[in-house]
């Protein structure tokens, strides 16, 4: 924690500051606060995400003033905003795109808190935070994905909510009643749209809250580091502003330049094809695949054969993020500072994306030029994947000898500096 610094100097600074301190905030918590001076770009992705956020509240807001939630109508909606809304066409892509945006930036920024330790004491509660709000991020994704009422959206709509028909297994008539509940009838039909529909406008709403706890949580103990040591005074601190605010508006415009190429010369890209077609409750598509973001999860689910254990694996994937300050025994924050836990760190990210590429092909599929299946390998990357969490990064943290940390923040960034 940092002295408060901020002095009214106007008379009505005094005066608002005694009623509506919003000022002082500002000054004490955005610009001076005291920030490690060692962060890298990786780093940036907290800011990208509050910009992507943005992003899909103001375009969502808009949208949702010309889309009828009703299952005979909505897909000519979108067509309405697509082909005669003016600047339609835009506004649904920055939001269409911008799922796709805000999940590569989230990822990003989860593997970075991995690497560098972000999630240690005294972190827990800012990373079990981001954790739910990850587990949110993926229901409103959800939810939207099905507002276009197209082909991939119904269906996908009723693959997922027949998941939860599983619990049926543990006890009789459970699962069945949440995806009853969830569907509003017998079946995908108008009431799951307007459900699916309402949810999706009250979600980001709460997400905006949670960003705001996330942050007020992490300006307690302060920014995490690169090098994973505690800020020993002010020598390794720099005020937030202008030195990250500009680092942050940099990185965020080139993040836009990337953004933009998607949604200017490439929007189809990210969208599945069998979108544009009008949802049809008897022709089901050929394969039914979930946006790029779910395919690890939905590897995931359908890499075991028992239905309930592979729902229980899916939510049990995501649920094992939040006992990751507690499963990494290491005294050690940084995994710069971890030479073996480096590699399990690396093979994690491989067998995620490894994940991500089996969830996107059919699930008699094969390795090319290989004949190995890819349920197989399916199987082996979803074993790593606990194995990874619940038995290698408690084992490794307990045995591995970590390399020296530097003293403080500011010795490794002056010694470079040539004395005068």
């Known amino acids: 924690m940092h002295a408060p610094s901020y002095v009214p100097k106007t008379r009505f600074e005094r005066w608002l500051d005694t009623r509506l301190p919003i000022i002082r905030f500002a000054q004490e918590h955005v610009t001076s606060f005291p920030t490690p ?19 899909q509240i103001v375009t969502g807001i808009v949208l949702a003033m010309h889309y009828t939630p009703d299952s005979s109508l909505a897909f000519d909606s979108v067509e309405h905003i697509m082909r ?21 930036a989230v990822n990003i920024h989860i593997f970075r808190g991995l690497y560098y330790g972000s999630y240690k004491a005294p972190r827990e509660v800012i990373w079990i935070l981001g954790v739910v709000l990850y587990c949110l991020m993926i229901a409103t994704a959800f939810l939207g994905y099905t507002l276009p009422w197209g082909q991939m959206s119904f269906w996908g709509a009723t693959v997922i909510t027949n998941v939860f028909s599983a619990f049926d297994a543990i006890i009789p008539g459970f699962g069945s009643a949440i995806t009853g509940w969830l569907w509003g009838g ?123 254990l592979g729902v229980i694996a899916l939510f049990g994937a995501i649920l094992t993020l939040l006992f990751v300050p507690w499963l990494d025994t290491s005294k050690v924050r940084s995994t710069r500072f971890r030479p073996v836990y480096r590699w399990f760190f690396w093979f994690l990210l491989a067998d995620v994306l490894l994940l991500g590429y089996v969830g996107a092909n059919r699930v008699d599929a094969t390795l090319s030029n290989t004949g190995i299946p890819l349920l197989l390998l399916g199987r082996v990357a979803t074993a790593y994947y606990f194995l990874h969490f619940w038995i290698i990064m408690p084992i490794v943290g307990k045995t591995e000898t970590p390399l020296p940390l530097p003293d403080s923040i500011a010795k490794p960034v002056l010694s470079a500096v040539p004395a005068e």
């Open 37 to 55: 001076r060692n962060l890298n770009v990786w780093y940036t992705f907290g800011g990208i995400l509050s910009f992507c956020l943005a992003v």
């Open 84 to 104: 005669d809304v003016n600047g339609g066409w835009l506004l649904r892509y920055l939001h269409a795109i911008g799922a796709s945006m805000f999940f590569i």
């Open 186 to 308: 017998f079946g995908v039909d108008n009431p799951t749209l307007h459900r699916f529909y309402s949810l999706h406008y009250l979600l980001p709403f709460v997400l905006a809250g949670l960003v705001a706890l996330h942050i007020w949580a992490l300006h307690v103990p302060g920014n995490s580091n690169p090098l994973g040591i505690n800020v020993k005074g002010p020598q390794d601190t720099l005020p937030f502003h202008p030195n990250y605010t500009v680092k942050d508006a940099f990185y965020i415009s080139c993040f836009l330049i990337f953004y933009s190429y998607f949604v200017f010369f490439n929007p189809e890209f990210l969208l599945s094809p069998d979108n544009s077609i009008r949802a049809n409750p008897i022709v089901t598509p050929a394969d039914i695949v979930p946006e790029w973001y779910f395919l690890p999860f939905y590897a995931i689910l359908r890499s075991i054969p028992n239905k309930l």
